[in-house]
């Protein structure tokens, strides 16, 4: 009798569940690679709807530039914008989907320089279209654009029937594909109903392993949540920490200087009203202490305002060595005699759009910054040139626009920066001087006025060996005008002609006394407001106002909308603005508004005096009647 062998069911079973696995994973396989077909039908379908979408725009833009054309009705011109707006996102995504398919992508190379023709061609008829014209050149552009457009319809034509062509392939080959897929489910169904239990069994085990897979993934993404929870935290508190320590640094910064210059004014204003009656000498010296301690006050409010980029700027077009070489004397006056300055001025230097007052003011800041880091004496060197800064250099520095420059150095062989100080060069406030030996604002009020004007400044140095410091300044194509303001006379006061009268309008009553004040001194016949209703009422009641002098920041309306509506009842009437901090009214971008005449808070009697003059000695055809009026 032969044994019987007890191994067999379990290998039929064993062959069974292997034959079983390899029909699923072909299954599996077959089914992929449907799917894959199916999804390349529905990419073929895309492709050809993007097809006949690009042909409609650009039918649709032609149809309407021709009714445009015949009609001189701009409503047609409608779908031509359309298309101008839209049709490059179309091919955008045209091409991308075609990438996987070299033929089409050199069809699509024509299509885009086919259309590129026909919309050029449409602008082109478009823009240069006149009112009424026919006949041959309106023939003449629609024979161009039929011809482009057939161009461009054939180039869509035979990439439409190569899509066709790769669409019937695809629905072919999926069909197929569906066909294995279903005997190889029929297949494996019979396998299953042997192998169910087996499979059901490690189907539980699986969903047990899956159960417990979730879970530690559930845990460590908590994990992770909260570990980036914490982060962010401790990055506010550090960016919060930064910002407040910034702002006391600031306001220190500004209480020390304030508290300083206050001191003296109000120290010698005290001892000059104790002495007026005693001794007037000494109390005019301590008057003088306390306006120098005031000047100082107005030298720091401009160069705050500077490093916020808040300062009132009058660009021109400047020629840069003409102010530099006018500058010796000064320079020579403000850095002493023990340094040897030297300037290099290149020749053909291209002209620059900059406030020269502040450029000037800049110079000098950075000369008196090289002159501290040489106490022993040593070589100043101010250098001009043109230069360009290329796309590299402004992604690697921020806020800098590639472009043309006008480069102004300034460098020393002092003591030079370390990389950290470097760093904080331009923050306000910060210096490494002794104490009284600089407010720390030269610096930040140089990157202030620099980046106002659009340019970019760069510091280069090495201790030891001494620092340059670069200033640029975007090109200007225009030319330099000459000096609009004569050379102020030496001696007295420039004072009123012919019984002139001006219009103060102030809200500050304190202000406004000092400013009536000084104006009568200087013998001019006022008339005032507090705001812009009395002083339309002012002006109303004056048979005659030469001057409207107004502050710009005031309650209800502003000193801009009073001086529209003062010229509106008034054409001619000149305008002269003050404030105290500069708003959007006349301050665009930085800059003064066209023609706008204008005096910063504070003021001395002498600056009033002179501003006042030149307004009105101003030749009324060189300003705007609307003065002040900006673009």
Same mark, same amino acid.
């Given at each position: 009798?032969?044994? %019987?062998?007890?191994? &067999? =069911?379990l290998?039929a079973?064993?062959?069974?569940? $292997?034959? /079983? @696995?390899v029909?699923? +994973? ?7 690679q ?60 045209l ?13 699509m ?14 602008t082109?008829? %478009?823009e240069?279209? &006149? =009112? ?7 023939? $003449?552009? /629609? @024979?161009?654009?039929? +011809?482009a457009?057939?161009?461009?319809r ?12 790769l ?7 999926s ?17 299953v109903?042997?192998l ?11 969903l ?22 914490g ?33 003296? @004014? ?8 104790r002495r007026?009656?005693?001794?007037p ?9 306390a ?29 840069v ?27 053909g ?17 950075l ?10 004496g ?8 043109n ?29 030079g ?18 104490v009284?030996?600089?407010?720390g ?36 194509t225009?030319?330099?005008?000459s000096?609009?303001?004569p050379?102020?006379p030496?001696g007295?006061l420039p004072?009123a ?25 200087l ?36 000193g ?14 000149k305008?002269?603005?003050?404030t ?34 030149q307004v ?5 055809g ?10």
């Open positions: 009798m032969r044994p %019987v062998r007890t191994d &067999r =069911p290998f079973l064993l062959s069974g569940f $292997a034959v /079983l @696995v029909i699923v +994973a072909t299954t599996l396989w077959l089914g992929e449907q799917s894959r077909s199916e999804r390349l039908v529905q990419h073929t379908l895309a492709v050809e709807m993007r097809l006949a979408s690009v042909l409609s725009i650009v039918q649709d833009a032609e149809t309407g530039q021709r009714g445009f054309l015949l009609t001189n009705d701009v409503g047609f011109l409608t779908p031509y914008r359309r298309a101008i707006s839209v049709l490059d996102g179309e091919l955008q995504t091409a991308a989907g075609i990438s996987d398919n070299p033929s089409q992508q050199a069809e190379a024509a299509l885009k320089s086919a259309i590129r023709t026909r919309m050029d061609l449409l082109l008829k %478009v240069g279209h &006149r =009112p009424g014209e026919t006949g041959v050149p309106l023939l $003449a552009g /629609l @024979v161009k654009g039929r +011809a457009m057939d161009q461009v054939e180039i869509i034509l035979r990439m439409q029937a190569q899509e066709a062509a669409l019937e392939r695809r629905v072919e080959r069909g197929r594909q569906a066909l294995l897929v279903r005997g190889g489910q029929m297949l494996a169904a019979g396998l109903v042997v169910g239990v087996f499979v059901f069994a490690d189907g539980r085990r699986r047990r392993a899956t159960e417990t897979a979730r879970g530690s993934l559930e845990k460590a993404n908590a994990e992770l949540k909260a570990e980036i929870a982060r962010e935290a401790a990055e506010a508190q550090v960016r919060q920490f930064q910002k407040v320590q910034a702002i006391g640094q600031l306001t220190g910064g500004i209480a020390h200087d304030f508290n300083n210059m206050l001191a003296i @004014v109000i120290g010698s204003l005290d001892l000059a009203k007026l009656t005693t001794d000498q000494k109390a005019e010296a301590c008057i003088d202490n306006l120098e301690g005031a000047d100082r006050a107005a030298q720091l409010t401009s160069r705050l305002l500077a490093f916020s980029r808040q300062q009132p700027l009058d660009p021109r077009v400047l020629d060595n003409k102010l530099v070489g006018g500058m010796s004397e000064l320079l020579r006056r403000t850095i002493g005699e023990n340094l040897r300055v030297e300037t290099v001025l290149a020749g230097l291209w002209r620059t759009f900059a406030d020269p007052a502040q450029l000037e003011n800049a110079i000098v800041n000369c008196v910054n090289a002159r501290d880091a040489m106490p022993e040593g070589k100043l060197t101010i250098e001009t040139a230069t360009h800064l290329d796309d590299a250099y402004a992604a690697a520095n921020t806020e800098v626009a590639a472009g043309q420059y006008v480069m102004i150095s300034v460098t020393d062989t002092g003591s920066m370390p990389p950290e100080v470097i760093e904080r060069a331009f923050d306000p406030f910060y210096t490494t001087k002794g009284g030996r600089g407010t604002l030269g610096l930040s009020q140089v990157h202030g006025f620099v980046k106002q004007s659009r340019g970019h400044v760069k510091i280069y140095s090495e201790p030891g060996v001494g620092t340059t410091i670069k200033v640029y300044l975007p090109r200007n225009g030319e330099p005008r000096q609009d303001n050379p102020r030496l007295e004072h002609r012919g019984g002139e009268v001006v219009l103060v309008v102030e809200d500050d009553e304190r202000v406004r006394r000092f400013s009536v004040d000084a104006l009568r001194e013998g001019y016949s006022v008339a005032q407001a507090a705001d812009a209703r009395q002083a339309m009422t002012e002006l109303g009641l004056q048979a005659r106002v030469d001057l409207l002098f107004t502050d710009v920041v005031m309650p209800d309306l502003d801009r909308r009073l001086a529209d509506r003062a010229l509106e009842a008034r054409p001619g009437l305008v002269l603005y003050t105290g901090y500069t708003r959007n009214a006349i301050v665009h971008n930085g800059m003064l508004d066209a023609d706008v005449a204008f005096l910063a808070k504070p003021f001395t009697v002498e600056q009033l005096a002179f501003k006042i003059r009105m000695d101003e030749d009324a060189s300003r705007d009647v609307r003065t002040g009026r900006g673009d």
